[in-house]
């Protein structure tokens, strides 16, 4: 089974740089993480449960913002980046953790927001892009919190895809007195789900999962609490999944696509081609 890493020189879509945050609580049943179903007419992974996440915006980049935790340096080396996009990559990962589930991961130099439904109005702002997460941020005295954030995984959209994405996963566990909800355009359901129940979902056909998604939850479902998972090194490689030429689904191939495509069925495979 072939992986390639890192981004190669190609005349298709290059890939745009997003950032996915994989938002995890603890229960009595084992680590939950919040999912939700995106609706059917997105362009990218209609229909499919992910992450919150999206693509950055160009003013994510910008740089007066104060800033709490592990620096650019530690983000670009990391994910394999220079400082500037390291820097647009977490803003992206905070602002659309707010902006996709209301979980606001910024606030003092010691504590995340309490109540960041107080900024019901900014939300709606920063959604239609009429306010940058940096004015935000300025405008109501609250730090980024960078150190609420671990490194997971990164992952790159296969070359023969249209629209392509350059994805660093991003840890966080959900800020005390906070609660995600799933007020958003971009989702027909969302809900906290165990990494095993969200996997056992896929097996039996009740959700879809693309590969990123699928391979995240199986490494959750390797810890009992979020302690442990945040502790726990993980190993950051690029992953670009390879689709050989004229196989469709059948043909993907990256580390563990062989368990992946055994799940899927034609049913679910054709599904997936749509998506």
């Not at 469709?248 to 191939?253: A, M, P």
Request: hydrophobic share 40%; with cysteine; net charge negative.
């Amino acid at each position: 089974m072939a992986q390639q890493s890192g981004p190669q020189a190609s005349s298709d879509a290059p890939p745009r740089d997003a950032s996915t945050v994989v938002l995890v609580r603890d229960s009595d049943a084992g680590i939950e993480v919040f999912l939700q179903r995106r609706v059917q007419q997105m362009a990218f992974a209609g229909g499919m449960t992910v992450f919150p996440g999206g693509g950055v915006d160009p003013r994510d980049r910008e740089t007066e913002i104060r800033w709490e935790g592990p620096g650019v340096g530690f983000w670009a080396d990391v994910f394999s980046t220079d400082d500037d996009s390291a820097r647009a990559l977490v803003c992206a990962a905070v602002r659309e953790t707010f902006e996709e589930c209301g979980v606001l991961l910024a606030g003092s130099a010691d504590a995340a927001h309490p109540d960041p439904s107080s900024f019901v109005g900014v939300r709606e702002a920063l959604v239609s892009k009429e306010l940058s997460f940096a004015q935000f941020l300025n405008d109501e005295n609250l730090v980024l919190r960078a150190d609420l954030l671990s490194p997971l995984a990164h992952w790159i959209t296969p070359k023969n895809e249209p629209r392509r994405y350059d994805t660093r996963f991003f840890l966080a566990s959900l800020p005390d007195g906070q609660a995600a909800d799933g007020q958003t355009s971009e989702a027909a359901e969302a809900k906290w789900m165990t990494a095993g129940d969200a996997l056992a979902d896929w097996n039996s056909g009740r959700h879809f999962l693309l590969p990123p998604t699928w391979s995240q939850l199986r490494r959750i479902t390797e810890f009992g609490t979020v302690a442990e998972l945040i502790a726990a090194p993980h190993r950051v490689v690029p992953i670009e999944p390879v689709v050989s030429d004229g196989t469709g689904l059948s043909g993907l191939q990256f580390t563990d696509s062989a368990s992946y495509l055994a799940q899927l069925g034609d049913g679910r495979m054709d599904t997936l081609r749509n998506a």
